[in-house]
C-alpha cells in the first residue's frame, strides 16, 4: 500500500514537472540559458558628488550590462534594448551626451542590454508583470498588438517633424498605425536600422570563368540568370564530380525574393487567404526556382544538409549567395572570405514588374505608455535613431567599421558613400543596390515579409520547409502547391484569431 | 458549562525550537510554492486561453479549445509519433548497459578507465555533444559516412537528412549519450547482489545461463525499473539534440518530438495559451505511464528482501 502511494507521488510530481517548466532544465544545463539573476548594478552618485555625472556599468560575458547615468534632476529612465558587444559602446555613448545635454532634467537613466535571444523572454515577463521600460524595440510586425495592448504611445507629439523626416521613408511608413491599418497614422517608433536581402556574387569566379560581372543598375532577368550560372557550374580539380555552382540558396530566407521578383504574393491585400494554389505568377516563379536545382546550377537537397550554402559561399565554391545588410561586415573580412565580392540585384521574372524585389527588416525605438518622463523618453528615442554622430559611428563612416547603415537618407547618399569610396568604411562599392531596394526606383523595390503584417509567421512554415520535395522530385510544382494550401491557410487563420484576441 | 481548554504547555526552549523547525520546513515549502506549484496552477490556467504573451491571459479564456485543437492537430500526433519512435533506444540502451555492466563487474584490467570513458557522454553539456554528432552524421564530411565510403566505396546515408534515418540517426546519440548512466547503475546493482546467492547456485549445479536467468535479472530489477521510468519519462521530454542537429524539425518534420513541437508553438510562434495545454497533456501522459509502471510493479519487481 505504501509503495503504491509512494508510485502516485512520484508519477505526479514527475509528470507536473513537465508543466513547471522542469523538461527543459536540460538546456539550462547545457549552458544555453543564461541565469536570470539580474546583474544589473544601479550605482547612482552619493551626496556631495551628485553634480557629477557617473556611470557605473557590470559587464557580464553572457551579453547582460545595466549602466547608470546620473544627472541633476528627478526624471528617471529606463531602456532596455539588445545589442551587439561593439554597437553597446557606441550607443552607450550616445546616452551619456543624452544624459550630459538634459542634466537638469535627468535624474538616472539606467541604460540595460541583453541578448537577442533574453530579450523577447524578458519582455513578456515585463509585460506579464506591467512593468515595462521606458524605451525598448518594437518590430513593424509587433506595433499594432502593442498598441491594441496599450504598450507604447505615439512619438508625433514628442518628435518634431524635421526629425522625422530625416529617416527613410519606408521607416517613416512601418511603425505607423492609425488602430485599423498600419502604415497610417500616428508614428509610434523611430528605426534603430534597416536593412534588407540583398543579392551578392563572388568576383573572383567571375573573373576565373571570363565573365562579366553583373550590373548593378540592370539586374538579370531569369533567363540570363540560367544562363550565367550555367557557366559558372563546373567541375573545377576534373575528378567528375561538379564541386563548384551558379548558386546556392537557403529555402527559408533565400527563396522569396526569387518569388517577389516575379510579383508573387501569398496572401490577398487583406492578408486573411492563402493564394499559393491557382497563383500563377508563383507556378512560374517557384518551378524556376527549384529548376535551380533540378538542373544541378545548385548544390542538391544532399549536399546542402552536409554543407550549408552560407558555408559553401564562404569557401568560394558557389558563384552568386543571398548578402543581407548585416552580412556585409562578415563578407569585407579577409579572414572570413578571401575572395572579392560585390552587391547585385536578384533576377528578375517574367511576370512581376520588372523590377527586382526584396525583403527587408527592422527594428524601432518605442517609448511605454507607462512612462512617467514620455517626452524625455522620446527625446531620447530621437537621439538614439538620428543623432547625426551616433549614425555615423554606427554606419562607419568615423569609426571604420560599419554595423548598420545609416538611418538619415542625406548621410547615407552623402557622407557614407564617399566614405565607402575613398575606402574609409569597408563597403561593396555598389552599396546603391542596398538603397536601390531601400528606397524603390526603377530597378529595386523591397518590402517586409508578409510574415511581419501577420501575427506570426507560422503559415509560411509549412511552404519553405516542403520545397525540397520539389527540389527532389518527389512532387511537382502543380501537386505541391495544391497540397500545402490548406495547412497554410490553417495556420493563416490561427494567427488571425491571435490577432484578434490581442486586446486587452 | 464551557468546556475546559486542555493547554499542552512547552516549555521555553521546545517552542524555540518549534518555531526553528518550522523555519527549516518553510525553506522547501516556499521554495515548492514558488517554483512548482505556481508555474503549474499558472501553465494550467494558460492551458484554457488564447494568451500570446503580449495580451492578457484573463481576457482570453476559451476553455478546453486548445485541447480540442490540439487532438486534432496532425503535426502534434507526427511529434507524438516521433517521440514513441525514439524510446525504441530505451531498451536498446538497458541490454547494452546491462552487459557492459556485467563485463565491467567482473576484475578485468583498466574497468575503471572504462567505467569513466561510457560516463563521459553523460556529464558532458547535451549541446556540445550535439553539435559534434550533427558532424559525425554529415552527409558528406561526416565521420560515419567517411569510414563507411572507405569501407563500400559507397556513399553513406542521409543521416540527418532522410525521414528514416534521422529517426535512427537521434536513437543512436540517445543511447550513446544516455548508457554510461545505465551502466553506472547496473553496475551498483550488480555489487549488491550477494556473492553467496551464485555459490549457493553453483552448488546446485546452475550453468550461467540459469544464474543470470534466475538470479542476477531479478535482483536487477529494481535498477531495471528505475531505469526504465527515467528513461520514459526523460524519453517524452526530448528536446536539445533535436533542435541542435535538426533545427527546423528535420525533413518534413521527421525528427520533431513533443517537447520541440511545444517549444515551436509557444516560443516561435508566440502562441503561449497552446503551448501550456501541450505541456499538460504531456505531463498527463507522463504520469498515466508513470502509474501504470509502479502500479505493475508487483509483477515483475523484486528485492532482495
Do not use: C, H, M
Given at each position: 500500500m505504501r509503495k503504491r502511494f509512494l508510485g502516485i507521488a512520484m508519477a505526479s510530481v514527475m509528470g507536473l514537472s513537465t508543466v513547471a517548466g522542469c523538461a527543459t532544465t536540460t538546456v539550462e544545463e547545457a549552458g544555453e540559458a543564461t541565469a536570470d539573476?539580474?546583474?544589473a548594478t544601479e550605482e547612482t552618485a552619493d551626496g556631495e558628488a551628485a553634480t557629477e555625472e557617473t556611470a557605473e556599468a557590470t559587464e557580464e560575458s553572457d551579453g547582460n550590462s545595466a549602466t547608470s547615468l546620473t544627472g541633476e534632476g528627478d526624471k528617471n529612465l529606463h531602456v532596455f534594448l539588445y545589442m551587439q558587444e561593439h554597437e553597446k559602446k557606441i550607443y552607450e555613448q550616445l546616452v551619456k551626451e543624452f544624459v550630459e545635454e538634459h542634466k537638469s532634467e535627468v535624474g538616472e537613466v539606467v541604460f540595460e542590454i541583453t541578448t537577442q535571444d533574453e530579450y523577447n523572454q524578458k519582455m513578456i515577463a515585463n509585460m506579464t508583470a506591467n512593468d515595462m521600460p521606458d524605451v525598448f524595440y518594437v518590430g513593424p510586425a509587433a506595433v499594432r498588438s502593442y498598441v491594441d495592448n496599450g504598450y507604447i504611445i505615439p512619438l508625433d507629439d514628442y518628435v518634431d517633424a524635421d526629425t522625422i523626416s530625416k529617416v527613410w521613408g519606408t521607416t517613416q511608413t512601418i511603425y505607423r498605425y492609425d488602430g485599423t491599418n498600419?502604415?497610417?497614422?500616428?508614428?509610434?517608433a523611430l528605426p534603430k536600422d534597416l536593412s534588407c536581402f540583398a543579392f551578392a556574387y563572388n568576383k573572383d569566379l567571375f573573373d576565373a570563368a571570363g565573365l562579366e560581372y553583373p550590373d548593378p543598375n540592370k539586374p538579370y532577368t531569369y533567363d540570363e540568370f540560367v544562363e550565367v550560372c550555367e557557366k559558372l557550374t563546373?567541375?573545377?580539380?576534373?575528378?567528375?564530380?561538379?564541386?563548384?555552382?551558379g548558386v546556392a540558396n537557403a529555402?527559408?530566407?533565400?527563396m522569396t525574393p526569387f518569388l517577389y521578383s516575379n510579383g508573387?504574393?501569398?496572401?490577398?491585400d487583406d492578408m486573411t487567404k492563402v493564394n499559393v494554389a491557382n497563383n500563377e505568377p508563383l507556378k512560374e516563379a517557384l518551378t524556376f526556382y527549384t529548376d535551380l536545382t533540378k538542373n544541378g546550377l545548385t548544390p542538391s537537397v544532399e549536399q546542402d544538409t552536409a554543407l550549408g550554402g552560407y558555408q559553401r559561399w564562404l569557401d568560394g565554391q558557389v558563384a552568386f549567395y543571398a548578402c543581407g545588410t548585416w552580412d556585409v561586415a562578415a563578407f569585407m573580412d579577409d579572414a572570413t572570405f578571401p575572395y572579392e565580392w560585390d552587391l547585385c540585384g536578384w533576377p528578375v521574372g517574367p511576370?512581376?514588374?520588372?523590377r527586382s524585389h526584396t525583403w527587408m527588416g527592422s527594428v524601432g525605438y518605442c517609448v511605454s505608455a507607462?512612462?512617467?518622463n514620455p517626452d524625455l523618453a522620446a527625446q531620447l528615442v530621437a537621439k538614439l535613431s538620428t543623432d547625426e554622430d551616433g549614425q555615423r559611428a554606427v554606419s562607419g563612416?568615423?569609426?571604420?567599421?560599419?554595423i548598420q547603415l545609416p538611418n538619415i537618407v542625406d548621410l547615407a547618399y552623402g557622407e557614407f558613400k564617399d566614405a565607402v569610396n575613398n575606402g574609409t568604411v569597408p563597403y561593396a562599392s555598389n552599396v546603391d543596390v542596398i538603397f536601390g531596394y531601400f528606397d524603390g526606383n526603377d530597378n529595386y523595390e523591397a518590402a517586409l515579409q508578409e510574415t511581419d503584417y501577420t501575427y506570426n509567421g507560422e503559415w509560411f512554415t509549412p511552404f519553405w520547409s516542403g520545397v525540397f520535395n520539389i527540389k527532389n522530385g518527389d512532387i511537382t510544382v502543380e501537386e505541391y502547391l495544391q497540397q500545402v494550401e490548406p495547412e497554410m491557410q490553417a495556420a493563416l487563420d490561427e494567427a488571425i484569431e491571435l490577432q484578434n484576441s490581442a486586446t486587452k | 458549562m464551557a468546556s475546559k481548554k486542555v493547554k499542552v504547555r512547552m516549555s521555553a526552549m521546545a517552542k524555540r525550537e518549534e518555531r526553528w523547525a518550522w523555519l527549516f520546513i518553510a525553506a522547501p515549502f516556499v521554495g515548492f510554492m514558488l517554483f512548482m506549484a505556481y508555474p503549474i496552477v499558472f501553465a494550467l490556467i494558460a492551458s484554457t486561453s488564447k494568451w500570446t504573451?503580449?495580451?492578457s491571459l484573463w481576457g482570453n479564456i476559451v476553455g478546453l479549445r486548445n485541447y480540442a485543437k490540439i487532438l486534432a492537430d496532425a503535426k502534434f500526433w507526427k511529434a507524438m509519433g516521433t517521440t514513441i519512435i525514439y524510446m525504441i533506444g530505451i531498451p536498446i540502451g538497458m541490454i547494452l548497459g546491462m552487459l557492459i555492466a556485467m563485463g565491467l563487474n567482473?576484475?578485468?584490467?583498466?574497468r575503471r578507465v572504462l567505467t569513466t570513458m561510457y560516463y563521459v557522454p553523460v556529464v558532458s553539456s547535451l549541446v556540445a555533444v550535439s553539435i559534434l554528432w550533427a558532424w559525425v552524421f554529415n552527409?558528406?564530411?561526416?565521420l560515419l559516412n567517411g569510414i563507411y565510403k572507405a569501407i563500400t566505396g559507397l556513399h553513406g546515408p542521409n543521416w540527418l537528412g532522410d525521414e528514416t534515418m534521422v529517426k535512427v540517426s537521434m536513437i543512436i546519440f540517445m543511447v550513446w549519450k544516455g548508457l554510461g548512466g545505465t551502466v553506472i547503475l547496473y553496475l551498483a546493482g550488480l555489487q549488491n547482489i550477494p556473492r553467496d546467492y551464485y555459490e549457493a547456485a553453483m552448488i546446485d549445479g546452475a550453468n550461467g545461463w540459469q544464474k543470470f536467468r534466475n538470479i542476477t535479472l531479478p535482483l536487477l530489477s529494481p535498477v531495471t525499473f528505475y531505469v526504465l521510468i527515467t528513461s520514459l519519462i526523460g524519453g517524452f521530454q526530448v528536446f536539445v539534440e533535436v533542435q541542435v542537429m535538426?533545427?527546423?524539425?528535420?525533413?518534413?518534420?521527421?525528427?520533431?518530438t513533443v517537447v520541440f513541437y511545444l517549444f515551436e508553438k509557444a516560443f516561435?510562434?508566440?502562441q503561449l495559451g497552446y503551448g501550456s495545454a501541450v505541456a499538460v497533456i504531456l505531463a498527463i501522459i507522463i504520469f498515466i505511464i508513470t502509474a501504470i509502471n509502479f502500479w505493475g510493479q508487483d509483477k515483475w519487481v523484486k528485492t532482495i528482501d
Open positions: 539573476t539580474e546583474v498600419v502604415g497610417e497614422g500616428s508614428i509610434y563546373i567541375d573545377k580539380d576534373g575528378d567528375g564530380e561538379i564541386d563548384q555552382w529555402d527559408q530566407f533565400g508573387v504574393k501569398f496572401l490577398n511576370s512581376g514588374d520588372g507607462t512612462s512617467e563612416i568615423t569609426t571604420g567599421e560599419s | 504573451g503580449i495580451n567482473r576484475k578485468i584490467p583498466g552527409y558528406d564530411y561526416g535538426t533545427p527546423s524539425g528535420g525533413p518534413n518534420y521527421s525528427s520533431a516561435t510562434n508566440g
